[in-house]
Antibody, heavy 115, light 112 residues
Framework: EVKLQQSGDELVRPGASVKMSCKAS????????MHWVKQSPGQGLEWIGT????????SYNQKFKGKATLTADKSSNTAYMELSRLTSEDSAVYYC????????WGQGVMVTVSS | DVVLTQTPPTLSATIGQSVSISCRSS???????????LNWLLQRPGQPPQLLIY???RLESGVPNRFSGSGSGTDFTLKISGVEAEDLGVYYC?????????FGGGTKLELK
């Protein structure tokens, strides 16, 4: 069974950084790209970027360049996203999703930026 | 960026009713490789989105066949032939033909 297990919800201070994980199981991690998506409270969905674990290649939505950094650890089948210099605008739920079809999604990580 | 416009924003339906959702793109979603990367997602309350339809009309495994997708170029439609209670939620179209990927604004399906 394919599963994307994301790390727990985060409460972080403005200006800080947060790193979240997305652990894949049930398939060969390097066979598929991993995408990250932001959903702001009561809002729609935004694509942040993509990492191809096989070749460690990333592509980003211009809007999130400098904000998000995507990495992957092939030894643990885990994708990571770090968000830096957090502001209230970064408070949202963040999802990882597998492949171009987004056929599997993680359960989401709620990030709350508050002092 | 490609803009996807979904209509209607809200849809009220009775159980068993057939409904359609439109997704219009600001530019053609036909990729140079011949594929059209337009998918449909459903997000139930408190849940992550789930894939219903990919490549315009291909039904994802396990998704009931009352869901169907059609369209080409810039105009796409999701049809539900006989709404069931479990279909309630927000539907999104998403394109990955052009970078950055973009999502439609969503259509909320409610019970009348």
């Amino acid at each position: 069974e394919v599963k994307l297990q994301q790390s727990g919800d985060e409460l972080v201070r403005p200006g800080a950084s947060v790193k979240m994980s997305c652990k894949a199981s049930g398939y060969t991690f390097t066979d598929y790209a991993m995408h990250w998506v932001k959903q702001s409270p009561g809002q729609g969905l935004e694509w942040i970027g993509t990492i191809i674990p096989l070749i460690d290649t990333t592509s980003y939505n211009q809007k999130f360049k400098g904000k998000a950094t995507l990495t992957a650890d092939k030894s643990s089948n885990t994708a990571y996203m770090e968000l830096s210099r957090l502001t209230s605008e970064d408070s949202a739920v963040y999802y990882c999703a597998r492949s171009t079809t987004t056929d599997y999604w993680g359960q989401g990580v709620m990030v709350t930026v508050s002092s | 960026d490609v803009v996807l416009t979904q209509t209607p924003p809200t849809l009220s339906a009775t159980i068993g009713q057939s409904v359609s959702i439109s997704c219009r793109s600001s530019q053609s979603l036909l990729h140079s490789n011949g594929n059209t990367y337009l998918n449909w997602l459903l997000q139930r309350p408190g849940q992550p989105p789930q894939l219903l339809i990919y490549l315009v009309s291909r039904l994802e495994s396990g998704v009931p066949n009352r869901f169907s997708g059609s369209g080409s170029g810039t105009d796409f439609t999701l049809k539900i032939s006989g709404v069931e209670a479990e279909d309630l939620g927000v539907y999104y179209c998403v394109q990955s033909t052009h970078a950055p990927w973009t999502f439609g604004g969503g259509t909320k399906l409610e019970l009348k």
